[in-house]
């Protein structure tokens, strides 16, 4: 059985940082494109990075409002994608998702981790 687990969140104070977690089981991670997401409270989800398969040498993608700010990774000994958050800000604040794929039609999704940025 594919899952994804997500873990990381928090609150945290504006410029502060934070690193999530996206543990996968049932499959190889570094044998999928992987993607994090996220959804503010009102907002439609969106896109924030993506970290290609080795088939793809691992490229990885950043939303604008997240680049320079955020940097995904892998480890593939413990099957995990990794979103490390520095200098957050209020308008990070939403659920984080990580997806079995980079595009929203993602077959496989986690249950999420709140984020919240606030002094």
């Known amino acids: 059985q594919v899952q994804l687990v997500e873990s990381g969140g928090g609150l945290v104070q504006p410029g502060g940082s934070l690193r999530l977690s996206c543990t996968a089981s049932?499959?190889?991670?570094?044998?999928?494109?992987i993607g994090w997401f996220r959804q503010a409270p009102g907002k439609e989800r969106e896109a924030v990075s993506c970290?290609?398969?080795?088939?793809?040498?691992?490229?990885?993608l950043y939303a604008g409002s997240v680049k320079g700010r955020f940097t995904i990774s892998r480890d593939n000994a413990k099957n995990t994608v990794y979103l490390q958050m520095n200098s957050l800000k209020p308008e990070d604040t939403a659920v984080y998702y990580c997806a079995s794929d980079c595009s929203d039609y993602a077959s496989q999704w986690g249950q999420g981790t709140q984020v919240t940025v606030s002094s």
């Open positions: 970290i290609g398969s080795r088939m793809r040498d691992g490229l990885t």
């Open positions: 049932g499959f190889t991670m570094d044998d999928n494109d």
